[in-house]
């Protein structure tokens, strides 16, 4: 039983991130339809049978290029999205820091909200939530494994410290996570573990 999570395809710099609704670049999308492509003819050995992402744009772009190459329709949640950074979300940099100078992920509080937003320990507590309940469905077989998901660095982040019994905070030190690359986990035995991390593919 495997969990295969996927980084969305590039998207535009200049921004902030978060709950930014902004799409994916030319680039992104030539990503999502490489990793397509490849999931396709590898189609033996990954054996995906359910996909879900994030319901931003630039997941959601992402997973479409790979159900249209597998055929297989895909979930969009809220349950997957990146930390909600409220008013910030998709605002460019230099208005951010004109609005809130200051203010990033990494010098929030643990505590502390964005505006408008969620705070670093609702965001861990939410994605933690979020994996715990998607392997209860895996194991009571109310979903076909295996599973693809489409989500964002900072989630990816979180299921690494929360797989390897490592204490996250939001100044932790940051996993390699590239767009488009494939981070395989896996059901051994009575728990859940990393079995491959930040497999590129299509270059």
Not at 31 to 53: F, N, P, R, V
Not at 64 to 70: D, P, S
Not at 111 to 119: D, Q
Request: glycine share 8%; net charge negative.
């Amino acid at each position: 039983m495997k969990i295969y999570v996927v980084r969305h395809g590039a998207d535009e710099e200049g921004y902030r991130g978060g709950w930014s609704q902004r799409g994916l670049t030319e680039t992104g999308v030539n990503q999502s339809k490489m990793l397509g492509k490849y999931l396709h003819e590898h189609a033996g050995q990954y054996d995906i049978q359910t996909i879900i992402s994030s319901d931003l744009q630039r997941a959601v772009q992402t997973s479409k290029e790979i159900e249209a190459a597998l055929n297989i329709p895909g979930s969009h949640t809220s349950d997957w999205r990146e930390m909600n950074n409220g008013e910030l979300a998709g605002m460019l940099h230099a208005e951010a820091e004109e609005k809130y100078p200051g203010i990033y992920f990494n010098t929030l509080e643990m505590h502390t909200a964005f505006p408008g937003g969620e705070s670093p320990i609702h965001f861990y507590t939410r994605i933690k939530s979020a994996f715990q309940n998607l392997c209860t469905q895996l194991e009571a077989k109310k979903m076909k494994s295996n599973v693809l998901l489409v989500t964002h660095g900072g989630v990816i982040n979180i299921l690494y410290y929360v797989l390897l019994n490592q204490e996250w905070s939001n100044t932790s030190s940051f996993y390699t996570i590239h767009n488009t690359s494939i981070h395989t986990f896996g059901k051994m035995k009575d728990s859940w573990s990393v079995l491959d991390t930040n497999r590129e593919v299509g270059k």
